[in-house]
């Protein structure tokens, strides 16, 4: 598996994640800490213009998802 299929694999992770949960991932619960983290350090890479461009694009999508879910209580 190369590194582009690993990154669409986490990508496709928490898309299902955030559809099934109707949150993001908390930093909060070890479960999810890893999703949480591949996010904060993908939007670092994001806003110091490092990340390919068909990443861009889905990343993207992926921040619009996160959008609707950003104050979402996760211990409801």
């Not at 690993?6 to 928490?14: G, Q, T, V």
């Not at 800490?33 to 591949?38: A, D, K, P």
């Not at 993908?42 to 694009?57: D, F, H, I, P, W």
Request: charged fraction near 30%; proline fraction near 1%.
């Amino acid at each position: 598996m190369n590194q582009d299929a690993k990154w669409l694999a986490k990508y496709n992770e928490i898309m299902d994640f955030m559809a099934e949960n109707h949150r993001r991932p908390s930093k909060y619960n070890l479960e999810e800490r890893n999703n949480w983290n591949w996010w904060r350090h993908t939007q670092k890479q994001l806003n110091a213009g490092l990340l390919k461009q068909e990443r861009v694009e889905l990343f993207n999508k992926l921040l619009e998802c996160g959008e609707k879910y950003r104050r979402v209580n996760q211990y409801v």
